[in-house]
């Protein structure tokens, strides 16, 4: 029979993948045709939802995409019906953005109907984990672990091997395995894709670590800004449950295992793996000093091994495949692949997969396609708030652990957010810090108070009251903010602004000399004024003006009040004319006459 | 007290780290937290009223003040913010008058900035109620308001 799926995560959603799924629920079941619908994770292309795949019996697939109502129409009447597909719609399977990824972790997402576990248990699904119940020891599966070279996928990239022996070695009857999956960084969201897209694999890698340290309960620490991806958990929990998958005497072991969904409760600094663990006590969620470390003191004083979402997503296939054939994809010391959230400036964004040791230029130009527009490209955020901005002149860099720390980024979770010559990198360092400074928790001083100075300084910057000696005390209390903070939050903190420093001090220096903004971003530098010779008078921009401050005769030159407008922008985006002209510094001569000036 | 939340207090009386639970399950059955609720919970967990209402002031979820009859989340995450997100911002005040973090007058909709919906490559986006809506500018945002009827 033929089947239909239909890509429901939660980008697929609001692309509108929902009303897809409604027409062709109703169409098919009006029309009486023997055609399945299923739902479907995402498979990562963003910028091509809503997507449906058509999978006829003799195994053929079509994969449609940016489909609405009245082209699902006509993807039934002439495929489903008349058995021809509708290659205007199509997108073939070598289509760059799918075809240079490399998928492990995400084999299954946009494949396998994520609320299915027959789906999954098809895929090969916890075979692994009955692989190591029924043939492996513990210490055979950290072995394994160790061997593949697997490092946490959360950020810092510490050996998860090596984490599950000591989680192990440590006596103990009560222990505690924890998933983390407070995927906190503004511009990730490659842990909701795959808890979305593929539950099961991030509950079988839960439970295989749970062997492999000796815990017998566990936890899984979800955002509560991530209502799909939790529902989506708790129903695998419970399927888990029934085929004895988890649960007490796990396919008939003496192993028995038991995990429970904790919402958090909206703190970035719980992505911390000692603020997570006070955060599921009930408590504020503030770091505590290490050591001692989880390992030894963890959760309710047990030792607990914390791993991140597209870790444990990694654990199944290592033990499916061997960890040698793991071992074999990635650089020397950063094995396997990396799932990336690729946005922002980006002509393909999404979310990716790629093998460790791919250029970010292969990245950005081979998979992404480019900048939107056809712009320039200024700079790539890796790591998120705790992360930094890498320049052009370093785009062939490789995406490894060390390769990605030496030019002043980290590797973080995944977030990929590229930006255009339109980005103004001071206001990014603001951006960020902003981030920090409101989500520290305000334990340790120099976190507190040093971003709140720090944000003070970028903010007078971009408002364009900064001075030159800003910007070496700028560097000297991002130093000060990282020696002393207890946590990566703090430790992390001034990244962006250390790196926006470091390869773009020239963007800073022209808000502080020149008063421009080069990208003719910050709202306090820059000025719209109508281009006499373009008006037409047709009188859109007063309509759209909010404060009155385009105003102007039909059929006469419009004219910008300086002293009203609040750079909104609405006239710019309005204009069919191009007669509003963006500019940032000096005002030229010639803009008196059709300025108002105060 | 009410049987809802009686209920609420019986069922996560005994289970560890059940504050917030608590709280959270406490917030979705009023709509936000007030003071006798709080007290109430301290009172089931053992804590002191000080200790409850520490924890559920440090976490971004919890209200103090009743919401609006709809919630109009503002995405600020990265993606959102290189892709005009201020933007929406100032669409929102011309609009409707308010600022993130506040109500409208006639109690129809509450505005919150939201550090990121995950919806990185639709940006800049918001959240109304449930439905996420994608690639705004400050014109779209506006009519996308006006269907509220506000």
Not at chain 1, 124 to 144: N, T, W
Request: glycine content about 12%; charged content about 25%; hydrophobic content about 35%.
């Amino acid at each position: 029979m033929t089947e239909v799926f239909v890509g429901l995560g939660s980008c697929g959603i609001a692309a509108g993948a929902r009303e897809v799924y409604d027409t062709l629920r109703q169409e098919l079941s009006q029309r009486k045709l023997p055609i399945s619908v299923s739902v479907t994770g995402c498979i990562g292309a963003c910028h091509l939802e809503p997507q449906i795949e058509v999978r006829t019996e003799e195994g053929e697939r079509f994969l449609y995409g940016q489909l609405d109502s009245d082209k699902t129409l006509k993807v039934i009447e002439e495929h489903l019906v008349g058995g021809k597909a509708v290659e205007e719609y199509l997108i073939p399977f070598d289509y760059p953005y799918l075809a240079k990824q490399k998928k492990i972790v995400l084999a299954n997402s946009g494949l396998i109907n994520p609320e299915s576990i027959e789906d999954y248990l098809a895929a090969d699904g916890y075979k692994a984990l009955r692989k190591a119940v029924a043939e492996m020891s513990p210490e055979e599966v950290i072995q394994e672990i160790r061997t593949s070279g697997l490092r946490g996928r959360g950020g810092a990239g510490f050996p998860t091997g090596l984490k599950w022996f000591l989680a192990r070695g440590n006596a103990g009857t009560k222990k505690y395995m924890i998933c983390n999956a407070d995927e906190g960084d503004p511009g990730a969201f490659m842990d909701r894709s795959l808890l979305e897209g593929d539950p099961h694999a991030v509950l079988e890698g839960m439970a295989i670590g749970a062997y492999a340290i000796g815990a017998d309960e566990g936890y899984i620490y979800v955002r509560a800004e991530y209502p799909l991806a939790i529902k989506r958990l708790e129903i695998a929990i419970s399927q888990a449950e029934e085929s004895n998958l988890l649960g007490s005497h796990i396919l008939g072991s003496g192993f028995s295992f038991e995990i429970h969904v904790k919402e958090g409760a909206g703190a970035f600094v719980c992505g911390e793996e000692t603020a997570l663990m006070a955060s599921i006590e009930g408590k504020r969620g503030m770091p505590n000093i290490r050591p001692p470390f989880p390992a030894e003191r963890g959760l309710w004083g047990a030792p607990t091994n914390i791993n991140n979402v597209e870790t444990l997503g990694n654990i199944a296939p290592i033990l499916r495949m061997g960890a040698a054939a793991y071992a074999a994809v990635g650089t020397e010391k950063s094995k396997g692949t990396k799932v990336f959230a690729l946005a922002g400036k980006i002509k393909y964004g999404g979310m990716i997969e790629v093998p460790m040791g791919i250029t970010l230029r292969e990245v950005i130009y081979g998979i992404g396609g480019g900048i939107q527009g056809d712009k320039k490209f200024k700079a790539v955020q890796l790591g998120g708030p705790s992360g930094g901005c890498i320049p052009e002149s370093l785009l062939d860099v490789q995406v490894d652990y060390d390769s990605v720390t030496a030019t002043g980024a980290i590797m973080g979770s995944g977030g990929m957010v590229v930006m255009d010559e339109t980005t103004c990198m001071v206001d990014v360092a603001r951006y960020f810090l902003s981030f920090t400074q409101s989500e520290s928790c305000g334990k340790c001083t120099f976190c507190r108070m040093g971003t709140k100075r720090m944000l003070e300084m970028l903010e007078r910057i971009t408002q364009g009251e900064g001075k030159m000696s800003d910007l070496e005390q700028l560097e000297e209390l991002a130093l000060k903010v990282k020696q002393s903070s207890l946590c990566a939050l703090g430790q992390t903190a001034p990244n962006p602004v250390l790196t926006t420093l470091k390869y773009f001090r020239e963007e800073y220096v022209e808000h502080i000399q020149n008063k421009r903004c080069p990208a003719k971003h910050c709202r306090e530098l820059i000025r719209f004024r109508v281009i006499e010779e373009a008006c037409t008078g047709c009188t859109l921009c007063a309509k759209v003006c909010p404060t009155q401050a385009a105003t102007g005769e039909r059929k006469a030159v419009h004219r910008i009040d300086q002293t009203l407008c609040i750079k909104c922008g609405l006239c710019y985006e309005a204009c069919r004319f191009n007669a509003i002209e963006l500019t940032t510094g000096e005002v030229p001569a010639e803009a008196g006459a059709t300025e108002v000036e105060v | 007290m009410d049987k809802g939340f009686e209920e609420l207090l019986e069922h996560w009386k005994s289970q560890k780290g059940n504050v917030i639970p608590l709280l959270q399950k406490t917030q979705e059955l009023r709509g936000y937290l007030d003071r006798e609720d709080m007290e109430a919970i301290a009172e089931v967990t053992g804590k002191s009223p000080a200790e409850i209402y520490g924890v559920a002031t440090f976490y971004a979820q919890f209200r103090f003040q009743p919401p609006g009859k709809h919630t109009l989340k503002v995405c600020h995450g990265t993606a959102c913010h290189v892709n005009g997100a201020e933007m929406l911002d100032l669409a929102i005040k011309t609009e409707l008058g308010v600022e993130p973090g506040e109500t409208t007058e006639d109690g129809e909709v509450s505005v919150e900035r939201v550090a990121c919906l995950g919806c990185c490559s639709l940006a800049p986006v918001v959240m109304l109620d449930q439905e996420v809506h994608g690639r705004l500018t400050g014109d779209k945002l506006k009519k996308v308001l006006r269907k509220v009827g506000t």
